[in-house]
């Protein structure tokens, strides 16, 4: 039996082409897939955290707000390394001083002690020792002194020398004594320094890995040399003093010149070794680190800072430059850049000093 077709699909006609009609369904679905593609691609924008790459990672602005933050963690391990500088090298001139007294101490002992043999020689040769003399030559001065009140035969310059000598000892043990402990706190203190340059190294190391993962154009702005160079015909703000005035000539002379951390220069700085060097030249000797430079002179309102003020930064006093007049400061900012003009608020200030 043959089957007929069915109402709902009537035979085509020779020639004829059914037209295609969109399905309700796959209309449906094609537009969904398109939405859905976009709210994907809408939320993985929205996912992605403030300061990220799209493309994964942190961006550009992220990883110099890091760089940022380590060259400032560097900056007050190197302040903390001028610190323990600063100690070492006073502690080694005090183990140096204690020495050579105890050596002059030493010295005094012995002439003092061959003053002794020799009258201990006259008295053998005129017919024997006197048993006072042969105490203090056998034994201690303490133990002569508590003997010598009960001889009679002792006589007042004997036991002036004999006082003497036992003068001399104490300051010799006690110039010993105080040279062994600044020998011993003057190792700490290296172990100390140590210490500090290490965390230094670590975070310039973390920095500079971060460093090379920002574009090669972003890495060049950062090394610029100032923000703002001189304007020629500004308006010079008068010095307070003629040391103020020399010491501002000596800092925009260094201008240019290379950031080193622990240096003082003439030819590389940190931001205290530019700011204690500048005014060295003036005569005037500061502090080595900017918390020690927090305290060198009369605090003034920064609205009334004059040239030459010293411009300390951050809450724990760890940058320092110099204002210079017109609003900016010079200062040796950071490990990559150079000794630069910037403004006198970039960054919180804690105090403006005036030596």
């Given at each position: 039996?043959?089957?007929q077709?069915?109402?709902?699909?009537?035979?085509?006609?020779?020639?004829?082409?059914?037209?295609?009609?969109?399905?309700?369904?796959?209309?449906?679905?094609?537009?969904?897939?398109?939405?859905?593609?976009?709210?994907?691609?809408?939320?993985?924008?929205?996912?992605?955290?403030?300061?990220?790459?799209?493309?994964?990672?942190?961006?550009?602005?992220?990883?110099?707000?890091?760089?940022?933050?380590?060259?400032?963690?560097?900056?007050?391990?190197?302040?903390?390394?001028?610190?323990?500088?600063?100690?070492?090298?006073?502690?080694?001139?005090?183990?140096?001083?204690?020495?050579?007294?105890?050596?002059?101490?030493?010295?005094?002992?012995?002439?003092?002690?061959?003053?002794?043999?020799?009258?201990?020689?006259?008295?053998?040769?005129?017919?024997?020792?006197?048993?006072?003399?042969a105490?203090?030559?056998?034994?201690?001065?303490?133990?002569?002194?508590?003997?010598?009140?009960?001889?009679?035969?002792?006589?007042?310059?004997?036991?002036?020398?004999?006082?003497?000598?036992?003068?001399?000892?104490?300051?010799?043990?006690?110039?010993?004594?105080?040279?062994?402990?600044?020998?011993?706190?003057?190792?700490?203190?290296?172990?100390?320094?140590?210490?500090?340059?290490?965390?230094?190294?670590r975070?310039?190391?973390?920095?500079?890995?971060?460093?090379?993962?920002?574009?090669?154009?972003?890495?060049?702005?950062?090394g610029?040399?100032?923000?703002?160079?001189?304007?020629?015909?500004?308006?010079?703000?008068?010095?307070?003093?003629?040391?103020?005035?020399?010491?501002?000539?000596?800092?925009?002379?260094?201008?240019?010149?290379?950031?080193?951390?622990?240096?003082?220069g003439?030819?590389?700085?940190d931001?205290?070794?530019?700011?204690?060097w500048?005014?060295?030249?003036?005569?005037?000797?500061?502090?080595?680190?900017?918390?020690?430079?927090?305290?060198?002179?009369?605090?003034?309102?920064?609205?009334?800072?004059?040239?030459?003020?010293?411009?300390?930064?951050?809450?724990?006093?760890?940058h320092?430059?110099?204002?210079?007049?017109?609003?900016?400061?010079?200062?040796?900012?950071?490990?990559?850049?150079?000794?630069?003009?910037?403004?006198?608020?970039?960054?919180?200030?804690?105090?403006?000093?005036?030596?």
């Amino acid at each position: 039996m043959v089957s007929q077709p069915s109402p709902r699909h009537a035979p085509r006609r020779p020639g004829s082409r059914r037209r295609a009609q969109p399905s309700g369904l796959s209309g449906l679905g094609t537009r969904v897939t398109a939405l859905s593609a976009a709210a994907g691609a809408a939320a993985v924008l929205t996912a992605a955290p403030a300061g990220a790459d799209p493309a994964g990672g942190p961006s550009p602005a992220a990883l110099s707000a890091r760089v940022d933050r380590l060259y400032a963690d560097a900056e007050r391990a190197t302040e903390r390394y001028n610190t323990a500088s600063e100690r070492v090298e006073d502690l080694r001139e005090q183990v140096e001083r204690a020495q050579d007294g105890a050596a002059r101490d030493q010295a005094r002992v012995n002439r003092m002690r061959g003053d002794l043999g020799s009258l201990a020689s006259a008295q053998y040769r005129s017919g024997g020792i006197d048993p006072a003399l042969a105490l203090i030559l056998s034994e201690g001065p303490e133990e002569y002194l508590a003997k010598a009140a009960t001889l009679d035969r002792i006589n007042s310059r004997q036991t002036a020398k004999l006082k003497a000598f036992r003068s001399a000892v104490r300051a010799l043990e006690q110039q010993r004594t105080e040279a062994g402990g600044k020998l011993a706190e003057l190792r700490r203190q290296r172990e100390a320094l140590g210490e500090h340059r290490e965390a230094v190294q670590r975070k310039l190391a973390a920095a500079q890995r971060l460093l090379n993962r920002l574009p090669r154009e972003e890495r060049s702005a950062r090394g610029h040399a100032s923000r703002g160079a001189e304007r020629p015909g500004a308006p010079m703000e008068p010095a307070p003093s003629p040391r103020a005035a020399a010491a501002v000539a000596a800092a925009r002379g260094a201008v240019g010149a290379p950031y080193a951390w622990g240096q003082a220069g003439p030819h590389a700085f940190d931001c205290s070794g530019l700011t204690s060097w500048a005014y060295a030249r003036a005569g005037v000797f500061l502090p080595r680190t900017s918390q020690g430079q927090l305290h060198a002179g009369r605090h003034v309102p920064l609205e009334q800072a004059l040239p030459g003020d010293l411009v300390v930064y951050r809450s724990d006093a760890s940058h320092v430059g110099m204002y210079v007049g017109g609003g900016r400061v010079v200062h040796a900012p950071r490990p990559g850049a150079q000794v630069r003009y910037d403004p006198v608020g970039m960054m919180p200030v804690a105090a403006v000093v005036r030596p």
